[in-house]
Structure formats: C-alpha cells, structure tokens
C-alpha cells in the first residue's frame, strides 16, 4: 500500500515564495515534508523566498530557493533539474504561478494576450509536463486555476481565457500519468485576499467582490482567504490522492459549475 502522508515527502512548489505558495511551503513543512523547492519569478521576490525557506527550515525542513521566468520549456526544464539536483525527485508539485488582467477584449493587446498565455497556459502546461517526467511514482500534481472558470462575466477574457486549457491538460495528465499512482488536480480559488488580487480591480468591483460569495459575511475579509484553500491542497497532495482529473472550484459560493 502507498504511503499517501506528507512526512518524509519532498515538494516543489512554483511561486512558492509568498502569498498561498508561501503559505503551502510553511505549511507542507509543518506537516513533516523532508524538503521543499521554493521557486520565485525574480529579484523583487528574493526575500520573501528567503524568508519562506527560513521558516521551512525552522519547521524541521530542508528548503532551497530557486529563481526563474517560467515562460519558456526551457526554464522549467531547469527548475525541475535544479529541484533534484537540490533535494532529490518530488513526490509532490504545486503550481501556483499566475497573472490577472481585467481589460475589455477589445482593448487587449497582442503583448498582453501572449503575456497571458504564457503565464497563465503555457508555464502550466509546461511545469505539468516536467512534473509528470520528474515526480516519483504515486506523486501528487496540483495546479492553481481561477473560480472565473464557473462566472458569466465580461473582461477576464485573456486571464480566465487562458486558465481554462488547464482545466483539459488537468484532465489529460490524469489519465497519461494514472498508471504510474500520480493524481493530478486543479484548486479554483474565488477572489483571493492578496496583493495579487487589488491591482486588478476598482474600489466598486472590490466592494462587489467581497460580497459575491454565499458565505462572504463569515470571511475575515470577504474573499476567499489563503488560509482556507491550503487545507484543499493539503487534501489532495496527501489523504485526497483517489480525486484526479478534477478542477475544483473553492470559493465559498462565489462561482459555480
């Protein structure tokens, strides 16, 4: 029988350096991971990473911090090379890395539609395929989408456009990867209490926001809080491995599907 715990595990976590990713790292730690891969985009990020390894480290784990653009096949190559090179084959992968655009489609540019792909699709796509190379067998995949999956909305065109093939490469991978006992799996959070989140968005669509969800009055702040979408993804990298193929939408009632 497959060990489906955490303790003793190793992770890779992309965008693992703040926000939910440096939340899961904190987290997987405490839950007795062996070690953790905190990836980061850039310079801007150094120090949040560092001081989410920090923390790893002083939950009893091994981190290591490491830097990359995710646009191209060939830094995620990279990352998973340099991933094992530091703290061996994962048995866990999570992909939190993400850009929002809120824009009318006919104002989106050629430049902000590639950015969004790349960022949004291509990175997904890409770190699926390396995981599915380089993750040991009975491994977990998870990858962050958007509760924009389930609206009826306008202006989230390029940026919940370009989620949705992950939903498909969610499904396929499960099906390529089962023999091998990998799960994979997609968390849809709704609009989430971070600084990833206020740039987008005007002080009326944020006030609207925080009262979308059927269950915003019993939020801290009305979104969907990183707090409650780490036990999610605990779930499904551990105990949860029977659910693959699946995107879940986890957002207090905000969106459905």
């Not at 009893?60 to 990352?79: F, K």
């Not at 006919?106 to 395929?129: G, R, W, Y």
């Not at 924009?148 to 390529?176: D, I, N, Q």
Request: aromatic share 8%; glycine share 10%.
């Amino acid at each position: 029988m497959a060990d489906h715990g955490i303790r003793g595990k190793t992770a890779l976590i992309a965008g693992g350096a703040k926000n939910l990713g440096g939340l899961l790292a904190r987290d997987l730690a405490q839950q007795g991971a062996r070690a953790v891969a905190i990836h980061y985009n850039s310079d801007a990020a150094r120090a949040e990473a560092e001081e989410t390894a920090a923390a790893v480290r002083a939950a009893g784990a091994q981190a290591v911090t490491l830097q990359a653009d995710l646009t191209t096949a060939g830094a995620m190559r990279q990352l998973f090379a340099d991933t094992v090179a530091a703290i061996g084959r994962p048995d866990i992968a999570i992909n939190t890395v993400g850009q929002v655009l809120k824009k009318p489609i006919l104002e989106i540019t050629e430049a902000e539609f590639d950015k969004m792909s790349a960022v949004n699709a291509k990175a997904a796509f890409f770190f699926i395929q390396e995981a599915g190379r380089h993750l040991n067998d009975n491994g977990r995949l998870c990858t962050l989408v958007t509760s924009l999956l389930g609206a009826f909305t306008p202006f989230y065109a390029a940026y919940a456009g370009m989620k949705a093939p992950v939903e498909h490469f969610t499904r396929a991978a499960s099906k390529e990867f089962g023999a091998r006992g990998i799960s994979v799996t997609a968390i849809g959070p709704g609009p989430m209490d971070t600084p990833f989140f206020y740039p987008a968005e005007g002080a009326d669509a944020v006030a609207y926001h925080k009262t979308a969800a059927a269950l915003s009055a019993f939020s801290k702040t009305g979104l969907t809080d990183i707090e409650d979408i780490v036990p999610f993804i605990r779930f499904l990298v551990s105990e949860g491995w029977w659910m693959t193929g699946q995107t879940i939408l986890v957002n207090g009632g905000y969106t459905t599907k």
